[in-house]
């Protein structure tokens, strides 16, 4: 589940935090439980990002396709 706050983050301020979590679970030192609980919030930002990319995905396929259509109809005028 993600919180408000999760939603409110932009796509790059969600990339820099998980950056981060994923460097600290690298560098190692962490107990169990704080491993355990940096990887929960690094699953939960891959998600803000996700979201932010396949909305951003959808925005270019809608964009391509409406500029394909104008192709379309501009050379079926030219007939």
């Known amino acids: 589940m993600s919180s408000k706050v999760d939603e409110a983050l932009g ?7 998980l ?5 600290r679970l ?3 030192g962490t107990t169990l439980e704080e491993s ?11 998600k803000v990002c996700r979201r932010w990319l396949d909305g ?3 925005r270019l396929d809608a964009a391509l396709a409406e500029e394909e259509a ?10």
């Open 70 to 79: 104008e192709t379309e109809e501009g050379e079926d005028g030219d007939e």
């Open 36 to 46: 355990l609980a940096l990887w929960e919030r690094g699953e939960e930002l891959a």
């Open 26 to 28: 690298e560098a190692g």
């Open 11 to 17: 796509y790059e301020q969600a990339r820099d935090e």
């Open 19 to 23: 950056i981060e979590v994923v460097r």
């Open 56 to 58: 951003a995905r959808a």
